[in-house]
Structures are given as C-alpha cells and as structure tokens.
C-alpha cells in the first residue's frame, strides 16, 4: 500500500474518536464542566473575602495551593524531560506514547502556574512581578524559567502536530467535521506536504527543540527547587532539593503517563498501539524512579535527624506524631508498593502497573504535602499565645474545590485535545510501518513495538 492509501486509511481508523462524542464522553465532559464551575464560585468567593476563608494563616502562609503548583509544575517537567528523550534517541516504540507525554506536559505546564495566582493575596498587584522584578529572588528566575518553558514546550508540541495536522487537511473530505475544525487543520498545518526535504527539516528542528527542552525542563525545576533549600526554613535548608525535585518530577511524570496509557488504551479500543510492554518499560522505569526517590528522601529525613539540630527535631517529631500516617503513605507505601509489584514478574499486568502508578502519584502528593506544611507549622520564630488554628493547618473546602478544578481542568483540555488531534501519532505509525520494512528488507525479525 502506497503512503497515500495508507494515510486515508489510517484517518478512517481514527475518525469515529474525532468524529463522534459518545455518552459517556459527553455525561464526563458535563461533569468536569460542573467541577469547573464549583471551583470558579469558590474563586470568585476567595477574591469577595480574601484568604480569611482558606486555612493559611500567619504560620502556614502557603497550603495546598502550592504543593499542586509544585505537583503540575513537577509533571510537566518530567514530561518535557521524558519526551525530549524519546525523541532525541529516535526510540522506535515512542510513537505509541509520544503524544500522550507532550499533552500532557503542555497542559500541566498551563495549570501548574494557576495555583501560584490563587496564593497571591492582591492579584491586582501581580504585574508588579514583571515591572519590578529583583534579579537577586529564585521567584523572579521561576517566572522566566516557566515562561521560557512554557514556550518551548508549545513549539516542540507544535512542531509533533504539524504531520498530522497535514494528513487530516489532506483528508478532510472524508471527515464528518465542522468548517472551522478543517480550516482549523488547513491553517495549521502550514503548507506541509511531507516531502523527503520537508520531512528532513522537521525533523532536524524537532530533534533541536527536544534538546532544548530536556535542558530547560532541568533547569526549571532546579529552580524552583532552590526557593526552598535557599531559605533557612526549617526542613529546606537542603542542598539535595534540586536532584531531589527533579527525581521526584520524572515519579510523578511517569506515574501519569502510566494511568493515561490504561484508560486511553481502554477508552479508545488501543491494544493493537499501546501494548503490555509499553506497561512493562514504563513499570520498570518508575521502579527505578522510585528507588532514587526513596534514596533521596531518606537521606534527606536522615541527615536531619543526625544533625540534632533542635528546628529539625522538633520537625522530626511533628512528622513521626501528628503526620504520622501521612508520612508512612507517602514514605513507605508510596515508594515500596510500586517497587514490589514491579519487582515479581508476574505482577507486572497492564492493572497492576496502573495500581502502582496511582499510588505512587498519591504517595508523591503526600510527600510534597509533608514538606510544605509541617514545615512551615514549626519556624524559627513561633507566634506565641495563639490558638491552634492559628498555628496548624488545615484545608477549607475553597481549597479542596479549586484543586479539583485543576485536576478537572487538566483533564477537559486533554479530553478536548484527543478529539481534535489522533492520540496515536499517524505519521508515527507511517515512521514504524517504514522502519519495519527496512528492518524485514535486511532479514532482521521485527518485533511487537514495529506494528
């Protein structure tokens, strides 16, 4: 079959997911919509009222908002970071994946941010950041490494689309599609027609950008990591957090493309793309990640409590007391469970994979939990005679709600993204299809990941 054929052949494979919104594609987009709009009235209720109605006080002045922003922030990264790998290295099975990553990368890069304008106070003020910036605050270098970031990520993004963008405008008769989508398609695909030239430039900048984007994705989140271990705060003073961050980011990163794999492969009938293996590599990865995450997170609980400095034993105390059982969900659970299923090979199912990836996602969101919180609940310069609320935190029900928008909000746009675009990659597949008949022409034996 010609690259013609093939191409209209594979847009009638993936039409019925562009075409058509199913039930219960519709009763879930309704239900985010509806998360959503909860969250926007507890917005608008935390700007009417101020963060008087949150939990954060004169102690704990940043709560869960925060740890989301680390959280998102940390998946994008790890995201750009993994991406820029597949692509760099041409892995031949990266195609069934690819696109999942770099969505999901953009969006997380889009919402992270988010969180840190909900912390902010008098938003009316928040172009001073911008006006004013001091060059000597980790915050200002945040800022410009996030943009920076968030940039190059929507190139390289880009940049992956354009094949497709090309064969669904060539196509686009044989789509059930409104006008605007397909001129949508036509327009974006910039006059692309796939030719040997074309294909070798994008490629070339493709293979450039993932460059680029391995290296930002590191030094963005080294630092924000170093807004905290810059401080003298107890429990921050770290001079890990930067590895540490980025080990924690790749956890989290390959946690989510784990449970994005098991229910798009699901949704969208995908075995014959997304295969058990494709489970197995990425089960085997996280096991790894979360070796070197228990590695750091020991040696930073440890070298605190060897110290016996009284700031850090008194936050020692306050994690093996009143966090106790968020410290053994996020230390112990979170880290050896995904080990463990991982390690017996007959543990290693597509549902068990996933299982470990959800509690190493939960465990994770804990663990960025217990070094905000706690934290910032034991200062150096207590408020003294104050009642308890005052000194501890705890979430209100605004929080709550506009951290579920986030997550739903991250969920609609990647929802919406799958119905615009395939979520398989075509010309991938057109790459693997031309790179397992090279492989059959030189009488090498193709396997599973050339379908």
């Known amino acids: 079959m010609d690259i013609i054929n093939r191409k209209k052949a594979l847009v009638e494979e993936f039409s019925p997911m562009l075409e058509k919104y199913s039930k219960l594609t519709k009763l879930w987009i309704a239900f985010l919509i509806a998360v959503i709009i909860i969250g926007m009235v507890a917005f608008v209720l935390q700007v009417m009222y101020g963060h008087e109605i949150t939990g954060m006080r004169d102690n704990v002045v940043w709560g869960i908002y925060i740890i989301n922003f ?30 999942i990553v770099e969505i999901m990368t953009v969006i997380a890069m889009v919402i992270g941010p988010v969180f840190i304008l909900l912390c902010i106070g008098r938003l009316d003020r928040l172009h001073y950041l911008f006006i004013y910036p001091r060059i000597q605050s980790p915050i200002t270098w945040d800022i410009i490494a996030v943009i920076t970031d968030l940039i190059a990520c929507f190139l390289y993004l880009y940049l992956t689309f354009i094949p497709d963008l090309a064969i669904l405008r060539d196509n686009s008769e044989n789509l059930n599609l409104p006008k605007w ?28 950008m993932s460059t680029i984007v391995i290296v930002l994705a590191i030094v963005a989140y080294s630092v924000l990591a ?21 080990i924690a980011g790749l956890y989290s990163g390959i946690s989510v493309i784990i449970i994005s794999m098991y229910f798009i492969r699901r949704q969208f009938k995908l075995e014959h793309y997304i295969f058990q293996k494709h489970f197995v590599i990425a089960g085997i990865i996280l ?10 997170t020991f040696t930073d609980y440890f070298s605190k409590w060897f110290s016996t400095k009284i700031d850090d034993t008194i936050l020692l105390n306050s994690l093996f007391s009143r966090y106790f059982i968020e410290f053994i969900l996020a230390n112990y659970i979170g880290i050896l469970v995904p080990v463990l299923v991982i390690f017996f090979k007959k543990l290693r199912t597509v549902k068990m994979i996933t299982f470990a990836a959800v509690i190493a996602l939960l465990g994770l969101w804990l663990n960025r939990y217990l070094l905000v919180v706690p934290s910032l609940e034991n200062p150096f310069l207590p408020i003294q005679e104050t009642g308890p609320e005052y000194i501890h935190y705890s979430a209100t029900w605004i929080e709550y709600s506009l951290s579920f928008t986030g997550i739903a909000a991250f969920l609609l746009i990647f929802t919406l993204l799958a119905k615009f ?23 090498d034996s193709p396997d599973e990941f050339d379908v």
């Open 70 to 99: 680390i959280f998102f922030v940390g998946i994008s990264y790890s995201g750009a970071f993994i991406s820029g790998i597949l692509h760099f290295f041409k892995t031949p099975w990266k195609n069934s994946i690819s696109r």
């Open 181 to 208: 989508q397909k001129k949508m398609y036509k327009f974006l695909a910039i006059r692309y027609q796939d030719t040997p030239s074309q294909r070798h430039r994008l490629h070339k900048i493709t293979r450039t």
């Open 226 to 246: 170093w807004i905290f271990s810059l401080t003298l705060q107890p429990g921050w003073n770290s001079t890990i957090f930067a590895p540490n961050f980025i």
């Open 287 to 296: 096991q790894i990640l979360a070796l070197l995450f228990g590695y750091f």
């Open 421 to 443: 675009v395939p979520i398989i990659p075509m010309s991938g597949i057109i790459e693997n299809e031309e790179f397992k008949a090279k492989r059959i022409q030189k009488k």
